[in-house]
């Protein structure tokens, strides 16, 4: 394990648990049908817990994950050659720790939710010390807030997953992953949180920084972990109103990553927090140009596919330390 540079609070943890307690104090218990399909049971989803589950990985993982996110198409970039080359150590993207507990957490038939209408809206994780490139970790996972945003407006649920070192017991990383579930509003909870969106600042960005993904980036990048066959089958991409398999939006999640790297000196180990709003899909093979700024400790970015015009990262933001 190497070495951790500096304890990170845990305000995060508590900001959570004040959104959980609010959560459970805002709406009774209830539940609901839409046809035959069980609708969201609230606040009952917020005692739903997977726990104890183990997970390890080596550094072929971690490296296989680097290649998946687009590092090392130029073999002698060395920036990009020290994740996905062994010697001696490889060092590893910090987002990486979005696949390592992979098949862990509250699965959506669990929540009463349409899963076809389900989007992944959001994807948060803290970082409380640099993801080692061998390890093992217990994830413990439970759904931590809902927020309703009307009958016909759909609901947001947000489950978080922690994973904790299983050579000490302390936290190494906390996922919060905000679901859209465009089908199922109206359950009578709390119409949504206080805190607004990360604000982009009023000014030119700092850097603008262009990476091209390969057309068969989805399929490489589906080895860590999501089979999700919208990725790969043209035919359920088709059906699903694409023209072909889409990207990951958790492989665009770790591009916007690699481009906060290249403003921290390369350095995984001062990246604490890493967070985004998914807006739109990448095609494979498309180049995305990501934007920052950064004010202090914090880098603030949105992503966009210039050939289309969309932007497909909103409200970046993440934290050195």
Same mark, same amino acid.
């Given at each position: ?5 500096r ?22 218990? *209830?539940?609901?049908? *839409? ?33 998946g996110?687009?590092?090392?198409q ?9 994740? !996905? ?23 959506? @038939? ?14 948060? &994780? ?13 994830a413990?996972?439970?759904? &931590? ?7 016909? *407006? ?10 904790r ?97 290249? !403003? ?6 001062? &990246? ?17 140009? !990501?934007?920052?700024?950064? @004010? ?13 015009? !969309?932007?497909?990262? *909103?409200?970046?933001r993440?934290?050195?330390?």
């Amino acid at each position: 394990m190497p070495p951790v540079r500096r304890q990170r609070p845990e305000i995060a943890d508590i900001r959570i648990g004040r959104v959980a307690a609010a959560c459970r104090t805002q709406a009774c218990d *209830k539940t609901m049908k *839409k046809g035959d399909m069980m609708a969201i049971n609230y606040p009952g989803m917020l005692d739903l817990r997977d726990d104890g589950r183990r997970f390890a990985w080596t550094d072929r993982e971690a490296m296989l994950y680097a290649v998946g996110i687009g590092m090392g198409q130029d073999p002698t970039d060395p920036a990009d050659l020290a994740y !996905v080359f062994e010697q001696p150590t490889p060092l590893v993207v910090p987002t990486f720790a979005a696949v390592i507990s992979w098949g862990a957490g509250i699965k959506a @038939d669990q929540l009463g939710v349409d899963y076809t209408r389900m989007l992944h809206g959001e994807e948060d &994780i803290v970082f409380h010390r640099p993801i080692p490139a061998h390890g093992t970790v217990t994830a413990d996972s439970g759904v &931590i807030a809902a927020y309703d945003k009307g009958e016909g *407006k759909g609901a947001l649920i947000v489950r978080e997953t922690v994973l904790r070192d299983t050579a000490d017991g302390a936290p190494l990383a906390t996922i919060h992953r905000t679901a859209f579930a465009r089908a199922d509003g109206g359950f009578g909870g709390p119409s949504g949180p206080a805190t607004p969106p990360h604000a982009m600042p009023d000014r030119a960005p700092d850097r603008v920084l262009a990476f091209e993904t390969r057309p068969e980036q989805a399929l490489l990048y589906r080895l860590s972990g999501d089979r999700n066959p919208l990725h790969a089958d043209p035919a359920v991409a088709a059906r699903a109103g694409f023209a072909r398999p889409i990207l990951h939006g958790l492989c665009t999640y770790g591009i916007t990553c690699r481009a906060v790297l290249a !403003v921290a000196g390369n350095d995984p180990a001062l &990246i604490r927090r890493h967070a985004v709003r998914f807006s739109s899909p990448v095609l494979p093979g498309e180049t995305i140009e !990501v934007r920052l700024w950064r @004010d202090d400790n914090v880098v603030s970015f949105e992503a966009d596919v210039p050939a289309r015009g !969309v932007t497909v990262i *909103k409200n970046g933001r993440s934290e050195l330390g």
